[in-house]
Each structure stands twice: as structure tokens, then as C-alpha cells.
Antibody, heavy 122, light 108 residues
Framework: QITLKESGPTLVKPTQTLTLTCTFS??????????VGWIRQPPGKALEWLAI???????RYSPSLRSRLTITKDTSKNQVVLTMTNMDPVDTATYYC??????????????WGQGTLVTVSS | EIVLTQSPGTLSLSPGERATLSCRAS???????LAWYQQKPGQAPRLLIY???SRATGIPDRFSGSGSGTDFTLTISRLEPEDFAAYYC?????????FGGGTKVEIK
């Protein structure tokens, strides 16, 4: 059974750096073709993909946010960490992590965490 | 970057009716790597359709996906009360991964 759960601060101040952790179970990021991505959703708005890291350590970022994002993995802890610098109130959103596969079967995000709401305010 | 445009923004229908949701891509999704998600308020998105037309595990057969190239459709054959929600398409053909703006299916 695959599960993912996001953790991190619920409130950050403008200009601060946000660090979010996705802790997962039921799969390993040492298995070929597995990826964990981050997606966010401002209140009442659409989903926006942010970044993804794969088991081969390939990393991809949203072009519009690339300069502010870093994604890393800790396979021993079954965790993926996303950092976003220079936070702004427009970054207020629910942040989700999600699992995908790019192996024999190429899948989109088929398992999602419950999401964590991050508010940016002074 | 492939931009996905969903229409309509809101669809007002009654239970039992047929829902047809559109997702148009700014360039061809050559591999048909197009997905549909359902999202209810306060919940994470749930994968419904992948590969444009394959239902994910446990998804009822009243949900079907079709299309290729730049035009894709999600059809709900007969709306059940639990189907009133927001729906998003996503392409995973190329990076950056992109989502559409969503269609809300509401009770008429």
C-alpha cells in the first residue's frame, strides 16, 4: 500500500525559505523508474506542478520557479524534500507530493499525499 | 511548454445526465500521455484516466477518456451524486508537466 504525507510549517514570513518534507511508504526511490513530485494549489485555483525527482536522481523543475526550487531525496529515510526560497504571499497554497512511474508502464501521479496548507504572511 | 485549456469552466448538470469535459493542448501530446483527475473539496486529486483512455484502478466504467493529439475528452456517462467535483487534465508527455485550469461539475 503506497502512502505519502507532507510535513512542514503552516506559516512562513515573506522572503523566508520554505522546506517541505514528503515521507512515503509502500515503494522505494531506489527502484528504477519511480518518481516523487510536488504540486501546489492556491486556494480556489488550479493545480500547478513544481518539481519532480526520480530514482536515478534526475530532477526536473517548473521553468517559472526553477530559480527558487531545490528537490532532493533521502532514500534511507524514504523522504523527498522541497525547498522554495524567497517566499511571497502569492505562494500561499496547499502543497502536495505525489508518486509516479516511468518504467514499463508510464503513469502520471497515481498516488497523492493529503496536502499541507502553507500560508505566507508577515 | 504544453498549455492545456479546459472547457467549460463550469458545467451545471443533474444527476443521471451525461457530462462531457474538454481539454485542448497547445501542441500535440504525441504519446497520448494525458491524464484526468477528480478533486473534491478538501481532498487531494484522484487519478481517473491515464494514457488518454485507460481507467485507473477502481474507477467506475461510467468514466471514459478519449482523444489524441491536441483534443481530449472526459465523459461521465450518467452522473452520480458523488461525481460533482472539479476535474483536471494533465499532460505527462514532456517536461514541464502541466495541468489544465479545471472544470467544475456542479449540480443544476
Amino acid at each position: 500500500q503506497i502512502t505519502l504525507k507532507e510535513s512542514g510549517p503552516t506559516l512562513v514570513k515573506p522572503t523566508q525559505t520554505l522546506t517541505l518534507t514528503c515521507t512515503f511508504s509502500g515503494f522505494s526511490l531506489t527502484t528504477g523508474g519511480v518518481g516523487v513530485g510536488w504540486i501546489r494549489q492556491p486556494p480556489g485555483k488550479a493545480l500547478e506542478w513544481l518539481a519532480i525527482i526520480y530514482s536515478n536522481d534526475d530532477k526536473r523543475y517548473s521553468p517559472s520557479l526553477r530559480s527558487r526550487l531545490t528537490i532532493t531525496k533521502d532514500t534511507s529515510k524514504n523522504q523527498v524534500v522541497l525547498t522554495m526560497t524567497n517566499m511571497d504571499p502569492v505562494d500561499t497554497a496547499t502543497y502536495y507530493c505525489a508518486h509516479r512511474m516511468v518504467a514499463q508502464l508510464v503513469l502520471p501521479f497515481n498516488y497523492w499525499g493529503q496536502g499541507t496548507l502553507v500560508t505566507v504572511s508577515s | 511548454e504544453i498549455v492545456l485549456t479546459q472547457s467549460p469552466g463550469t458545467l451545471s448538470l443533474s444527476p443521471g445526465e451525461r457530462a462531457t469535459l474538454s481539454c485542448r493542448a497547445s501542441q500535440s501530446v504525441t504519446t497520448n500521455y494525458l491524464a484526468w483527475y477528480q478533486q473534491k473539496p478538501g481532498q487531494a486529486p484522484r487519478l481517473l484516466i491515464y494514457g488518454a483512455s485507460s481507467r485507473a484502478t477502481g474507477i467506475p466504467d461510467r468514466f471514459s477518456g478519449s482523444g489524441s493529439g491536441t483534443d481530449f475528452t472526459l465523459t461521465i456517462s450518467r452522473l452520480e451524486p458523488e461525481d460533482f467535483a472539479a476535474y483536471y487534465c494533465q499532460q505527462y508527455d514532456s517536461s514541464p508537466l502541466t495541468f489544465g485550469g479545471g472544470t467544475k461539475v456542479e449540480i443544476k
